[in-house]
Structures are given as C-alpha cells and as structure tokens.
C-alpha cells in the first residue's frame, strides 16, 4: 500500500515563505497524479495546486503565482514551495496521488478529479 508521508509546515509572518515536502512510498508507476490540497478550520476541503507524469501543472487562481509545485529527480518526493503566504493561506495542507493514472492537472485542482492516496496532512499558519 503506497504511503504519503507530509513535512514542513509551521508557523510564518505574512510575507514569508515555506516549502512543503511529501515522500512517496513505495513509487511505482510511470504515470501518475499528484497535488497538493487544503483546508482550513470551518471551510470546504480544496485543489491547490496538482501535476502530472508528463510535468504539466494546474494551479488554483488563489495561489498562482506564488506557489510552484515540483518534484525531485527520482521522483518519489512532491514539493510546494510556498512565497509571498497571507493569513487566509493558514490552512491543513495534504498531498495526494493516484498512481496509474494521468489526469489533466487543472481537473484535479477543480476537484472534477480525485486522486485516492492522501497523507495525514501538515498545519500552516500564516500570521498578519
């Protein structure tokens, strides 16, 4: 049973920067989803940002721009490299994947996707 495992959260100021990591175990297809998702305390669970086997990325309008999701060389560690973070960024962030399958990044953002594996999330908090 593969295994997502999240790391690097914490709390920043406003302004600050923060990079997310998220290790695969095992990895074992050569196509694949990933992302990463959201939610904050009382708001609905959403897409922030996802790739796919091919390298293409979907983001949503929230965070584009200063957010980049990527992954390592061997493949079996996801990141997202959080700039530029307000206050209404707090949230519990979980990565995710489906492996054997390529969905188009922009679906599993919107949600119109679900990618089945998810790790046990990591907090970020934000202050003003």
């Known amino acids: 049973q593969a295994q997502l495992v999240e790391s690097g959260g914490g709390s920043v100021q406003a302004g600050g920067s923060l990079r997310l990591s998220c290790s695969a175990s095992?990895?074992?297809?050569?196509?694949?989803?990933l992302g990463w998702f959201r939610q904050a305390l009382g708001k609905e669970y959403e897409g922030v940002a996802a790739l796919d086997s091919n390298g293409y990325t979907a983001y949503a309008d929230s965070v584009k721009g200063r957010f980049t999701i990527s992954q390592n060389n061997a493949k079996d560690t996801l990141y997202l490299q959080m700039d530029d973070l307000k206050p209404e960024d707090s949230a519990t962030y979980y990565c995710?994947?489906?492996?054997?399958?390529?969905?188009?990044?922009?679906?599993?953002?919107?949600?119109?996707?679900?990618?089945?594996?998810r790790g046990q999330g990591t907090l970020v908090t934000v202050s003003s």
């Open positions: 095992p990895y074992t297809s050569r196509s694949y989803s």
């Open positions: 995710a994947a489906d492996w054997g399958t390529d969905w188009t990044p922009s679906a599993v953002v919107s949600g119109i996707r679900v990618l089945n594996v």
